[in-house]
């Protein structure tokens, strides 16, 4: 079974630009959390998304959005890039949420530096 | 809010020593909580959670709702031990979004 996966692996992008980060979840997963890994930071969780819809989003600006597709892959955008928003984009999956006792599948990530 | 604490960012041990990695969590309701680990070069994933009261790898952790504290502990450290470890927690009653403290970096020495 495949796992999470990321594309791109990298990206390097110049500031005031815009990146594009996708994700694939598990089949059968609906659920996608996106995280930002900057360094000495943890994870610092972005957005959920869950059957197509924005369920939450964490404390990042508005500039930071995604969606959610019918077949559950996700996009991430950021827009206007700064420098700051170098770091690894961490993509997560889990199955529907019963009980909340469910564990996140993690994809390799991907790693945006900004110039 | 949720919220996790990690208090070491790095914890060196040599082989064969105690290891004690210690996480405290802030929440009202019935928290889920984990350890996720990540060693060199791979990916993110899960080592165990509180639920399930397993072993693995050696590691145990117990949720201590009075200190409100989720420590992951094993009695004698190996050197593929090492690498960085996450605590989490996932709310109960609508609020699923697994909180990640800021890791602790565990290494062994020979």
Redesign the interface.
């Known amino acids: 079974e495949a796992?999470v996966t990321q594309s791109p692996t990298h990206l390097i992008k110049t500031r005031g630009q815009q990146a594009t980060l996708r994700c694939s979840p598990i089949s059968g997963h609906t659920?996608v959390?996106w995280?930002q890994q900057a360094l000495?930071?943890?994870?610092q969780?972005l957005l959920?998304y869950d059957e197509g819809e924005e369920r939450?989003r964490g404390n990042f600006p508005p500039r930071f959005s995604g969606r959610q597709f019918p077949n559950y892959s996700s996009e991430l955008n950021v827009n206007a890039l700064e420098l700051e928003d170098s770091a690894l984009y961490?993509c997560?999956s889990s199955q529907d949420?019963p009980?909340?006792?469910?564990?996140?599948?993690?994809?390799?990530?991907t790693r945006l530096t900004v110039v | 809010a949720q919220r996790v604490t990690q208090p070491e960012k790095l914890l060196s041990v040599f082989k064969g020593a105690p290891v004690e990695l210690k996480c405290n969590y802030s929440y009202s309701g019935s928290p889920e909580l984990f350890w996720y680990v990540q060693y060199s070069r791979q990916r993110l994933q899960l080592l165990l959670r509180h639920i399930s009261r397993e072993s693995i790898k050696g590691f145990t952790a117990d949720l201590n709702k009075g200190e409100t504290s989720f420590h992951l502990k094993k009695p004698f450290a190996q050197e593929e031990d090492s690498a960085m470890y996450y605590c989490a927690l996932s709310g109960s009653g609508g609020s699923y979004i697994p909180t990640f403290g800021r890791g602790t970096s565990l290494i062994v020495h020979p």
Not at chain 1, 40 to 43: D, E, P, S, T, V
Not at chain 1, 99 to 109: D, H, I, L, P, V
């Open positions: 796992g659920s959390y995280y000495g930071l943890g994870l969780f959920w939450n961490l997560a949420i009980m909340g006792n469910t564990e996140a599948f993690f994809g390799q990530g």
